[in-house]
């Protein structure tokens, strides 16, 4: 079984920053390409960033310039650094990866969401 796992939400004032980690763990071979995705209250999910397994990278214009995807592959964590918050980032973020488990089956498990509140 393969379980996506997101931290470092919470509450921020407009203008800070939070980093965000998407971790997987248990019977992974390989993690391939992971998205993040943003729901504010009331609204439908949406792509905010995606990374490749080789790094290719591709954003949001919503969020170009202030949030950047990374992956560290020796941890099996992809991070969100979010910068220039404003109001409008607050919601859950979850992340949503393709993995190739030590079965040789590609899953897209889902994480649980963390929360990020921005304070105007």
């Known amino acids: 079984q393969v379980q996506l796992v997101e931290s470092g939400g919470g509450l921020v004032q407009a203008g800070g920053s939070l980093r965000l980690s998407c971790a997987a763990s248990?019977?992974?071979?390989?993690?391939?390409?992971v998205d993040w995705y943003h729901q504010a209250p009331g609204k439908q999910r949406e792509l905010v960033a995606s990374?490749?397994?080789?790094?290719?990278?591709i954003y949001a214009d919503s969020v170009k310039g202030r949030f950047t995807i990374s992956r560290d592959d020796a941890k099996n964590t992809v991070y969100l650094q979010m910068n220039s918050l404003t109001p409008d980032d607050t919601g859950v973020y979850y992340c949503n990866g393709e993995v190739l488990s030590t079965a040789k089956i590609i899953v897209r498990p889902w994480g649980q969401g963390t929360q990020v509140t921005v304070s105007s």
């Open positions: 990374i490749t397994r080789g790094g290719t990278t």
């Open positions: 248990g019977s992974i071979f390989r993690v391939n390409n």
